[in-house]
């Protein structure tokens, strides 16, 4: 039997203030996201839009590589294969579909028309007729590779909010006047990629380069010049089927800093091999950098040099993954 491979990693953003430009509100006051993280409010970004973002620097960096495209000047989505017609595992893929997966459902036209009319019968009181021959609906669809978690911010929420007013004439009677919640904090997010369920393995070595690189995040809440890209990110390549590095990164109240704490604490236990793992960026510089240096981890500088390690270690795998170490 094949083994399975899988990537995991765990990013952590620089500093930076976020903030809602426009989306939700509640009365005059633009609202962020928020969830429940260690009995705290922590403001949040979906997965959505970061699958968004990177699906985005897809079609940024090759417009014919991507199935689904989005025009900000149009203000929506356009396909080349809406109904996936066309997807051949065997043959060329579109990278979106390939890594993010797809579904299209449609019911039959008859199926629709007798399912109609078996209500109305029924609601006229007579019993329904279903036919055991009568046609079904087609459901094409792919499973995702790549999962995403949900961006939560590593410092609690404590209620920062900034007061504007509308520009330009005022109209008599309406509110000027608006309120935005902000907060100063670092988002950390999970990833994890089936290796072997991707179908063209160059699609791996494109989504390392997205994570690192990514356009501005935004979705529903268009954060403000707010940089997704990893100051500090966590890679391990296993076989293992449980990540065990999922949001490692710890705000640490007292020093004003994070920790990582319990990542080092389930390596030292031998959960986590020391070997799998490889750590990047201004966490090098940490004393708990020096400390998983120490236990054989992987710790390199800068964030691009984990990503080549990473593919690197990738392309070793199997002659498939060749291409994923790139030039």
Known sequence: MQEVYYLYGTILTGEAVAANNRGDNIGNTTTLQKVFHQDDVHTSVSAEAIRFALRYRFQLEDPESVNRSYYSDKGKLEYKDEKISNWDPN???YIDDDLMGFMDAEAATQEKEEELEDESEVSAGKKSKKSKDKPKGKVTKRQSPLAIARAVSLRPYRGELSFNCVSGEKTKGQLSLYS?????????????LNL????NKVHIRQLIEAIIDPPQVAGNHARFA??????????RLT?????RIQNCFEHDELNRSYTLEKLIYRVEAKDIPASELIVGGEVARTEEGKQLKKLGVMVLPGVY???????????AIADEYQVVAGG
């Open 239 to 243: 076989s293992a089927h449980s990540s």
């Open 180 to 192: 935005a919640e902000m907060h100063t904090t670092e988002y950390q997010y999970s990833f994890g």
């Open 226 to 235: 707010y940089d997704f890209s990893p100051a500090s990110i966590v890679l």
């Open 305 to 315: 040099a984990a990503a080549e390690e990473a593919r690197k270690r990738i392309a």
């Open 196 to 199: 072997g369920d991707v179908v």
């Open 91 to 93: 043959g060329s893929v």
